[in-house]
């Protein structure tokens, strides 16, 4: 196989325009950011690399704070790259300058286990040290690519060069991996960063080793060590066919799995990619990109095992793997089915995990919220600012910057456009100007100023099925590949692209085998997937009945920001001859209602409801 | 409040005749017994009591385990007054010696406690040690009371004198509770048996004691202890008005309240076990009366939450529970909606908890299984031969004789008819002999051989619209008050009650709160729920769509036992345009199908299938 060699265009290259990505941006600088680093103050996560905490001391470090810390220095050299602040830098350089004062001689680097215990490595399956390591790892590459600051960069070589000394299989090594991945992707950044190809080679270490014979986990936890599936450890990643187990660790493996097989041409490791890939999106994956099926061990279960209330998961962090796992794949192939995923999970299952305001998370993200639903691990009927394990919140911090990176792709032959947002880029060829509304319509205008020769590819996505594009006014014929148009030309300072997208409102039906959405339809429209909220529908949701063929209209939602799209149209309400009864015989009473669907993404930003996705029809 | 006097007429004066109960409890003898007392040897639970187990050697003793032996031995017994046994005898001698011979000098008897740890009461609320006590309390009065045999008794007094001594509001002693319940109600049938007043204070200590300040559980776990409410340990039981956490704890707590309220006429506990049983019934309770709605925990939710798959539980322990609670609240009341609720789940989610062939147990009674059902803890898609906690196995070795004693109650003035199964009773009025097909069957003929002057309650289920009655072929036209029918007179040697409850097929709808069952219904018969199996619907349950209107029809079911009724009927059967898509666009296919539904606790008695009792309806 002959891997392409897309890149993503780094958010550095990128200006969002009007629309949702410049807003969500903002929120993050003015609201998630702030809030997030509040957070750590005030848990003490911060404090903790003081080193000082003593039984009895308030704030008790966790064996994963550390990372949330991390991610949120990532997320302010991602914010700060594109708004400079020097109150913001200062606060940053103080936390980074108390990192590296944390840092022990021989280079290891973690405040729980230099504090609170001396653990250090003995139990690598729940421990999150290697965990932490990478999240330090990728802040430091953010900070030093993209403000130049290489302090923690080097602290984070330094702790790199030390893991690379402990594990491996050279004799007096220790054949350990980690329980949750991470570092490998971030070894991976690290490497591209400075160069050194041991990172790499550590990297690749950690991704062979998993699920091999003997295997660590069984050796060290015992032989009725049951959760190594849960650790995608039972097999080697290569034999490995189905995502089985942690759904966030899962798809941060597959994304370091992809690197490594795309920076070594390894075809083997690639193929175990696209079949993951494949039983993911095709069997384990809900319609908002979402994944993990139980908060029962924040896993994967079973294939079309995917049920929408109180026993689901879909961890905004596993969105988030996911969407940079489709990411990886794309660039890898230039398929367009995998820019599709990458596009459903940040439109829908990453959106939906943060409020407009940027200051509140959901950890789970239910399809369907009822008053009975009953709230386990992380699960919360509405936002929440901050969790025990707050990985999502700060994942966020990072994550709504780096959307811009996922906008175009280019190799030294060609750009592709992904998501047709609102947005100025410097490209390598010039400046490519996209004007829309997208996703809330179809109409996209391409402006290219440049006057080499490349091919500009754009995406016609696969849930679309009708479109028309014109270059200069004159319309544009050929075929999509892979689901891109390409146009090949040397292109003018003048060149204009201009496609429509047609958006009509899609009735979705899920494979039968997904058994509680048999007799329900979900509604999507371009890219989004749309919810009924109580707010919108106050004869209830459950009870509601849509009517499959209609003529549905779009409108304005109340209290909801204005370039929002909702979708309105005919429904029945069922009501009860008896609403004490718990079981009772009689028919039903049915009303003729209008209902009123929202972009999923965005329901609970105006208060308590509840909401479902997937609506019962006829 | 007056309560009533009612006393269930005990198994030992009740003959089945032909009919389930007499096959069910004959298995019970063949094959229930005889497995679970091989299982409790293999694994080491009889062993246990050797108290000579050391760390190296297999078969490590559990802290539940005790209570499994007792369960047999309780079952034992029952099945021995009914089918004497030379050999079985022997064997249930030899246990009990060997049980008998581990009781420390101070009384104390735990086979665990006494071998592998020495942690004795250390941990009240997950340790069991009052469980386990509770359970051999109720395996000695059922010696004692249906063999004569006083050695277990005379073991299991000698031990609740130390509990007694030993936790209680005296100075000097530990003012704790168990954590998992069960110990009260042991010991009103200890006090029963025995005529000693200590172990019915001691039970009511237990349950007035239960969620008192200072909160025995936070202060042993600490104020963090955050799962009180799983033990029913939250606030006084009096002040308790809803069923939370785990769903036997809390129904055999309950058990224990309804016996010390009516023992000692306490209207308050009463009140508190009505509005209990209330909240159950009326919304945490499958319509099976399966209760406990989610395996996480094994607990009560909220209300409503009454999922159908994966995430619920419905342990065959929590329906017994149930079963035994309304027993007690209809004979302390003579309400027969009480008696619908032990009707209820007998026939459905407990007998659904054990293979006709009587060898296999569901812990989990699912209401729909699907090839995507993920199986938690103790949730499986087939019955299971044991588990490692093996509390369901057990309880149906003593349950399925004492089933007899759920048929009939009396009074110093009536005789209530609460199971309208073929029997033969012996009394204290006379003899009386029921006929029927029941539950297949409505029509039911009572023999009373009497010249005695009684009451004779005829309960006429809520589940009946339409009856006739009549006495020596003269019509009965009493109401019925609270469901039964009350003929009052000196009866003679010759008298025949006949009378015949309609039992057309019912469409049943659920509360609209219960959202996953919206647009779906569940057909009963009589007291039977009905579900669909593959077996017989072999285009599949999720994808099939029943015609609310129309004539069922009776009919035999291929692979079942003769008597079983089976329901014949309409249905559609939906299908993909695309098996493969996860999610797609377009319409489903239909075809005009037959359906046929079959009892349900009947259903994986021929070989693994998917299922489901709510069936979607149009």
Known sequence: MQLKNYNSIHMTKVTPN????????????????????????????????????????????????????????????????????????????????????????????????????????????????????????????????????????????????????????????????????????????????????????????????????????????????????????????????????????????????????????????FHACETLFENITRKRMYITGGIGSSFSGEIFTTDYDLSNGSLMYAESCAAIGLARFASRMFNATGDGRYAEIVEKTIFNGILSGISLSGDKFFYTNYLEVDDNTYSYNHGAKERQPWFDCSCCPTNFCRFLPEMLSYIWSESDSEITLNLPIANSCQSTFGELEVISRYPYDGKITVKVKSNKKFTLKLRIPEWCKKYEMSLNGVAVTEKAEKTYIAINRTWSETDVVEYNLDMPVRVIHSNLKITGNTGRIALMRGPLVYACETIDNPKGIANMIIKKDQDFELCEVAGLPAETVGIKGKAVAESSPDNEALYFEGDLMRENIEFIAIPYALWNNRGAANMAVWIRCE
Chains 1, 2 share one sequence.
């Open 18 to 269: 009007d629309g949702i990505f410049k807003k969500r941006i903002k929120t993050c600088y003015s609201a998630t950011i702030p809030s997030s680093l509040q957070k750590c103050y005030e848990t003490g996560r911060i404090d903790a690399f003081k080193l000082d905490w003593q039984e009895g001391m308030p704030n008790k470090p966790h064996i994963f704070w550390d990372s949330d810390v991390a991610k949120v220095l990532e997320g302010i050299a991602n914010i700060l790259a594109l708004y400079p602040d020097k109150e913001l830098e200062k606060e940053y350089d103080k936390i980074i300058d108390l990192i590296a004062s944390a840092q022990q001689k021989d280079g290891y680097l973690n405040s729980f286990f230099s504090s609170v215990s001396s653990d250090r490595w003995q139990g690598l399956y729940m421990n999150h040290e290697l965990y932490c390591a990478g999240h330090l790892f990728e802040a430091a590459v953010a900070g030093y690519e993209l403000l130049g600051k290489k302090k923690l960069l080097e602290v984070a070589c330094r702790y790199a060069d030390y893991i690379e000394s402990y594990f491996g299989r050279k004799e007096g090594q220790v054949r350990g991996i980690p329980g949750h991945e991470e570092i490998e992707l971030a070894l991976i950044r690290l490497y591209k960063a400075t160069g050194e190809k041991r990172y790499f080679d550590l990297a690749k270490y950690f991704i062979d080793e998993r699920g091999t014979s003997p295997n660590y986990f069984a050796e060290v936890e015992g032989k009725n060590f049951t959760q190594i599936e849960r650790f995608q450890a039972h097999k080697p990643v290569r034999e490995q066919t189905e995502a089985v187990g942690h759904s966030v660790r899962a798809v941060y493996l597959y994304c370091g799995m992809a690197d490594v097989a795309r920076l070594s041409d390894d075809d083997e490791l």
